[in-house]
């Protein structure tokens, strides 16, 4: 290491400083990363039915055509409720040409 001269404390201060914040900018994106995440919540068939108010014959139409992705354990099968949410899709009807008479 290099003996430091009264002169040059201001420089190597803020050398110090620079790095120690650095560090700092470092260790919060770490701690950001190591925060627990929510688990993933599931929804069951009759759940998904419920939430979009229509019959199991239509969750299961859209399973089958890909519409929703399911996941199975042990024979039973699973929506992720952020999967179900993502399927919805705007329809934007000022933009349509539909005449109403």
Request: with cysteine; proline share 3%; glycine share 4%.
């Amino acid at each position: 290491m290099k003996s430091l001269q009264f002169e040059d404390l201001p420089k190597a201060m803020a050398q110090v400083l620079e790095k120690l914040d650095a560090l700092e900018q470092v260790l919060n994106h770490i701690q950001e990363k190591l925060q627990p995440k929510e688990p993933e919540e599931l929804m069951t068939r009759q759940e998904v039915a419920a939430y979009f108010k229509v019959d199991l014959s239509t969750v299961w139409k859209w399973s089958k055509k890909g519409t929703l992705t399911t996941y199975g354990v042990q024979g039973r099968v699973y929506y992720k409720r952020s999967e179900i949410e993502g399927a919805l899709i705007q329809i934007n009807y000022a933009n349509r040409n539909v005449m109403c008479h």
